[in-house]
Structure formats: structure tokens, C-alpha cells
């Protein structure tokens, strides 16, 4: 009869559980597994649940009756739920439990709740029996770590419509009337101030609104978190006093200043009676960099010389560079990147082209590879060729030898301006990548009907082909003469899916990655070719499968995605890991740069934090998905 009656109980929550995401498209096992170890328990109204004073969390948590109120137990924690209540079938404690930290939050029952606890260890045994919850727990975790710099991605996205320059008086930054306390208001007060209005610094006054301190989120662990400060201190006991201030008559130059001279990040904009009117803070200026924007495109534009471009190719690797340390995502800075690297290669051909007379000839400058996929990092050289049309009146050979020197020219140039000259002189002054249309086709050809291995190497260069200058119509009837011809031969693309396995994701069986791919740098993986060229290989394949013309890896795999009928969450998934990848590569390039080496993408596991490393490991088992699509499309 016991045995009965526990069955029942573990029935009842299979089916409580198989109607709630992410729980209805797991394995039966892995629902059943959570039925038969998780414990239901009970709390009345206005029982704490969890909360930071509980120490690591040691449970996740499924409500399964009632509701449970999310308070923020620091300022940070907004950004974990965008709802501030939870319900029935909804989880939480994921980022503690991944982290093995204590809860950012407090949960509260609003009402009387049951919940179905899971311990920890069998937490993490659901994460490793189940893809898809594991899958829901690390998009949880990236999504801890996208939403945080969300809001800054907006503003970017804003920036090439603002008007306002680093000579704007601060009257006119200042968009919003200050939010402030008196230095008696308890921590937890400005602490849920902070989290509900989303502000990033408290400033505090005395009796005449004249600030006397200052309280910021870069405060809350250092002085409030580890010290143990109890939260109903006044918050004068850890401000920071003697905040600095400005006239609102000052400009944002002034402010900058300010804040480089005393290591602030934030500047209180002030009345003639020193009431305070206003908070600028590093963001507010960063915002004015889309001037910093319009005037490097302006000055890329109008340069008269190389020595011009190369402080404009300085300026935009230094705004990227700010685009990263302020969160933006990978995918926007690398489009960032690309886009004004062709801008300033534009305006080096159009230089040259003062010297160089082509009136009259059909022909386009062509980018390959990452720059042809609007993919480029920090670390780049140049990947570039020529395709032109010759007529029956025209010397097909002078007219090469003429397109040649110009093109010397051009990747010379380049060179000055920051893009190294191809070590494997896949460069348009090289007379094999200098041909005319009907010549790329049959050079296409020969690839695409002999799959040799130097043609497969080729074709995942040469394929991610876009056209930078000149006549774009004819890199668009290149692209669709590939598209024909692939069509017609499912030999190429069986090899060229073979050629996509021939490198696997650095997932071990005893250890969380391998990391002796390259016996030069131990301990280390290759982001670039164990990382983001198994995404960039599979997208490529599936692209030219269904006759897909675009070449950014992303655009390829939700294009391709759908017409394969992938779900939904399985590109984005897929996206979302190269994404990360992406933005590893930069990070590191950036701190290499940093230290006045070359970037590389060399990046050791053990230097990334808990979370980073499990996210790490979840894009290349998203890699080894979309490997595994190709093994069954092509039975390899």
C-alpha cells in the first residue's frame, strides 16, 4: 500500500511538471528523476523561502501552489527575473545553484506555497542526465549575463541618431530628476530604491539638498556583502563622502576630466546653491560617443591621406574597445568592426583610385572570410580580391597587370592602416584572386565538381565572399552561379560536411575540455578553430544547401535554420554559443592588446570564472549539435 501510495505522489508531480516549461520537452527519465528525489514542502504566508543569509543555495526550487514575492537583496539582483513575482511551474535558485553561492534574492510567499525542492547534487545529476534541461539552465545563466548590458545595447543602437556632443552643457544630459535620501535612510531603503528604479548610484544630501555622499552598485559587495554590514545601518555608515561636483553650466568634457583625475565614475551636476540637479555617470558619456561615432565616419570619409585613416583606424579600434568594456555583445561589436573597416577600406580604394583610370571596366573588390561574413575581431588581416568583366575589345592580360599595381597599392595600404598583409597572400594583388567574372565561376566550379582537399580549404574561405566597391551586381551573380551549382552537386557538400567534422568540439570524457590542441600554448584552446569555425563550417553547409545567399554565420543559421525546420530555441541556442565564443575572442584580444601583444585567440579554461566555464562547455555542445545534424544529413 506504501509503495502505492508513493507511486501516486510521483505520478502527480510528473504530470504537475510535464505542463510547465522547461519540464514538457525533457525526457521522460529526467522528469521522472526530479518526481522521485524532490521533496514537497510547505510555507505559510509571509515565509522567507531562500534568501543570501541562508548561505550557498542548496535546492532548486519549483513552485507548486501559490505565489512567491522576489525581492532584491542587492541592487544587482533586478536583473535575474523580469517579473517580481513567481507561480505555479516556475523555478528558481538556477544562478545560485550554478554558481554555488548563496541566493542574490530574497523569495518571500505571498500566500501560502508548496514547493518541490531538489537537493544540489541531484540538481546537477538532472543537468548532466537531461540536454534540454541543461539547455534551459545555461541559457538561464547567459541570460543572467545578456541582461545586464541589454540596456546599454539599446542606447547603442540609439546612438546614431543623437545630437549631442562631448561640448554638451550638463543641463543637457541630465534627463531625468535626481533620486536622493537623507543620510539617515537604512541600506536596505536605498538598496530597493536602487533595484526598483534600476538607478545606479543613491546620492545623499543633507537638509538643504546639498549632496554630502554618494552610495554605488560597485559599493554593495565591498562594503556592504562581505563586511556583513546589517542592511538597517544608515547609509552615511558606507557612503562614499565628499562626492564630486559640477556647475550645470559645465560640459561633458569637464566631467571626464573629473572623473579621470579622481578615479569616479559618476559626477553630481549642481545649482548655483550647490542643490543638487542631476547624476552624469560613465554611461551618460559613453552615450556621447555616438558623436565620437559620426565624427571618426566623417573623418574616414573626408581623409585626404593614409596618415588620416590611420588615426581613424586607431579611433575606431579604441571606441570597440570601449563598446566592450561597457558590455555590448559580441554579434554588435564584430558588425561594429567590420563595418568601419570597410568604410576605411573604401575610402584607401577610392585614394588610389585618383591614380588609377578603370573608366569604362566592369569590376568590384571582393572581401573574403571573416570580413566577408561581418565577423571580424580585433585581430585581423586582409582577405580581399578583385572580379571584373572583360570584353572582347579589351587585353585581358593588360587589363589584369593595370588592376594588379592598383591593388599592390591598396593592400599596401591597408597594411599602413592596421590590416596586416596576408601571410597566405589572399590578397587582390595576387594575380589568382585577380580574375574576371567568368573566370571566378570556373575557378568556383572546379572546386565545387573536384572536392579535393585544397578545394574544400578554398571553398570555406572564398565562399564568404561580399562586395566592398564598385559593381555589386557582380559579386550578386556570383553568389547565385555558386548557389546553382552547389544545387546540382550533393557530392560537394557531403565533402564539404565532412571537411566541417574534421575539427570536433575540445569536449573530453574525463576532464571538461581538451586543451593540447597546439603544443605551443598548453592548457589553452583555440577559440578560432576549435571554437567558432565549427558554427561558421556547419552554417556555411547548411547555407548552401537551401540556396541561402547570405554569409554572416548567424544569418545563415536562422535563415537555414528555418528552412530545415530546427526549432526555434535550437538556433538560438546554437547562436547564443557562438555569440559567447565570439565575445571570449574579443575579450581577450582586448586584454592582450592591453599589454602590448598581438591578439591571438588563445584562452585557457582556468582563467574564466565558474559560470563562464559552464557556458563555455554548453557552446561547443551546441557546436557538437549542429555536427551531429550534419552526420545524419549527410549519413557521415
Known sequence: MANSATEMLISACIRFLQAYP????????????????????????????????????????????????????????????????????????????????????????????????????????????????????????????????????????????????????????????????????????????????????????????????????????????????????????????????????????????????????????????????????????????????????????????????????????????????EGVGAQEITQFISTLNDTVTRRIISLNLERHDFYGIDWAWLSFGSEGRDEQTFSTDQDNGIVFVCTDIMDREQTQLRFIEFAREVNEDLDRCGFPLCKGNIMASNPDLCLTIDEWEERFAQWIHTPEPQALLNATIFFDFRPLHGRFNLAHRLRLSLLRQTRGNPLFLRMLAQNALSVAPPLGRFRDFVTDGDPDHPGCIDLKKFGVRLFTDAARVFALARQVEATNTVHRLKRAGALMNIPAEDVAASIEGFNFLQLLRLRHQHFEQEQGRAGDNFVSPDDLNEIERRILKEAFRQARKLQARLKIDYQL
Open 22 to 325: 522547461p519540464f514538457d520537452r525533457m525526457e521522460v527519465e529526467a522528469v521522472r528523476f526530479i518526481a522521485e528525489r524532490a521533496k514537497l514542502a510547505h510555507y505559510p504566508k509571509g515565509a522567507q523561502i531562500l534568501g543570501s543569509e541562508m548561505g550557498v543555495a542548496r535546492s532548486l526550487y519549483i513552485v507548486q501552489c501559490g505565489r512567491v514575492r522576489v525581492k532584491a537583496g542587492s541592487p544587482l539582483a533586478n536583473v535575474e527575473y523580469s517579473s517580481v513575482t513567481l507561480g505555479p511551474g516556475q523555478a528558481f535558485s538556477i544562478g545560485a545553484l550554478m554558481a554555488q553561492r548563496p541566493s542574490a534574492n530574497a523569495y518571500v510567499a505571498r500566500e501560502e506555497v508548496f514547493c518541490y525542492e531538489l537537493p544540489s547534487d541531484d540538481f546537477f545529476t538532472l543537468t548532466q542526465k537531461s540536454t534540454a534541461f541543461n539547455l534551459f539552465c545555461t541559457q538561464h545563466i547567459a541570460g543572467l549575463l545578456n541582461q545586464s548590458r541589454q540596456q546599454l545595447q539599446l542606447q547603442f543602437a540609439q546612438r546614431a541618431s543623437e545630437q549631442k556632443t562631448m561640448n554638451s552643457p550638463l543641463t543637457a544630459i541630465v534627463k531625468r530628476e535626481p533620486v536622493a535620501v537623507g543620510p539617515q535612510a537604512t541600506i536596505r531603503q536605498v538598496v530597493e530604491t536602487m533595484a526598483g528604479q534600476h538607478l545606479g548610484s543613491m546620492v545623499v544630501v543633507d537638509e538643504a539638498s546639498h549632496p554630502i555622499g554618494i552610495f554605488t552598485l560597485s559599493d554593495v559587495l565591498k562594503r556592504i556583502v562581505l563586511p556583513g554590514v546589517p542592511l538597517d545601518q544608515p547609509i552615511s555608515s558606507v557612503m562614499s563622502g565628499s562626492p564630486q561636483t559640477l556647475p550645470l553650466a559645465a560640459n561633458a568634457h569637464d566631467a571626464a576630466l573629473v572623473m579621470a583625475m579622481h578615479g569616479v565614475r559618476h559626477v553630481l551636476a549642481v545649482d548655483e546653491g550647490g542643490s543638487l540637479r542631476g547624476v552624469i555617470s560613465e554611461r551618460d558619456l559613453f552615450k556621447l560617443q555616438g558623436a565620437g561615432l559620426r565624427q571618426i565616419r566623417h573623418a574616414i570619409d573626408a581623409a585626404t591621406s593614409i596618415q588620416v585613416l590611420q588615426h581613424a583606424r586607431a579611433d575606431v579600434r579604441q571606441l570597440a574597445l570601449t563598446m566592450l568594456a
